[in-house]
């Protein structure tokens, strides 16, 4: 995710970092290069005038604005879905730690590096491993050591063998194994035992969802539509106006492909909103997030500092 103070003035006009103009440069450039040819042969073809008025652009150009418009809208709900939905597992990682450290009656005190032997910490840390094998599985990077980092020798072991899509059902189920230990142990009650179980199956759900936005895109045929059409449009827009507004031609040309080209990879970025895009969701920030609020309610010292960009650009 791109993190700038709101440009002004010149800056606006100036600032490439995070601007979508990097990944349309290349047909943009051809799209001026030809409204330049067009605007020098006056709109002739060898010996033959192309003559297209500006009516047809007029009836496309309005639906073409509204349809790339819905389309950017449905994107950026996607977008702001996952957002929502990794800030409900911070929140239930917070919740779940408070009710370890609340509910759970040990007669040990706390030792924040005692994951083998209190189910507090262990659990806790689990909640941790769960989120970055998340992040891992939605972003299809591979990231042991991430996990292995917050699970015991043996929770890993059980899990280091696993597909990435199958990680995180296990960590969750290492924890629900360990919560049933406790009652059975008469470490925790059987009412405060399903207030846990309700985080647990919430952070479940938050991460099903999830895995629904990485692997239910936009229907392609739709998103196919809008490319052709865009591209159509725009690199056939200097014949139609040559004849009108003649040396300016590929100036207009120039203003008109950026926006439309830009609104169409703009939704291709929303859409996907898991991925390292420029403008995807920080997930790496998050993780750091829910370390820090976990390890501080731990009483744990050694706390990474928050992340940070880098060249205005957070991971």
Request: charged share 20%; proline share 5%; hydrophobic share 45%.
């Amino acid at each position: 995710m791109i993190v700038h103070e709101r440009p002004s003035g010149l800056t606006l006009f100036l600032i490439l970092r995070g601007s979508v103009l990097q990944r349309i440069r290349w047909k943009l450039s051809l799209n001026i290069l030809l409204a330049v040819l067009v605007t020098l042969a006056h709109g002739y073809l060898f010996d033959i005038k192309i003559t297209v008025t500006t009516i047809p652009f007029s009836l496309i150009g309005l639906p073409l604005a509204i349809f790339l418009g819905f389309r950017n809208n449905t994107a950026y709900d996607r977008y702001w879905e996952g957002r929502k939905l990794w800030g409900d597992i911070n929140i239930r990682v917070r919740v779940l730690a408070r009710q370890c450290l609340s509910l759970i009656r040990l007669d040990q005190p706390l030792d924040p590096n005692n994951r083998e032997g209190d189910v507090r910490v262990r659990v806790i840390h689990r909640a941790l491993a769960h989120a970055h094998a998340l992040r891992a599985q939605l972003r299809h990077h591979m990231d042991d050591r991430a996990v292995e980092r917050w699970l015991t020798r043996d929770d890993w072991d059980k899990v280091r063998n696993l597909p990435m899509d199958y990680r995180g059902d296990a960590i969750i189920q290492a924890n629900a194994n360990d919560l049933a230990q406790c009652v059975r142990d008469g470490q925790i009650d059987s009412i405060s035992y399903n207030k846990m179980d309700e985080t647990l199956t919430f952070i479940t759900f938050a991460a099903a969802s999830c895995e629904r936005l990485r692997y239910t895109p936009i229907p392609f045929s739709y998103t196919l539509l809008l490319h052709r059409t865009a591209h159509l449009y725009c690199f056939l827009l200097p014949f139609g106006l040559v004849d009108v507004t003649g040396f300016m031609t590929p100036f207009v040309v120039g203003i008109v492909a950026y926006t439309f080209f830009g609104l169409d990879a703009l939704g291709d970025e929303l859409e996907e909103p898991f991925g390292t895009d420029n403008n995807d969701l920080p997930l790496d920030a998050m993780c750091r997030t829910m370390e820090r609020n976990a390890l501080h309610l731990l009483g744990d010292t050694d706390i990474s500092p928050p992340m940070q960009p880098v060249d205005s650009r957070l991971t």
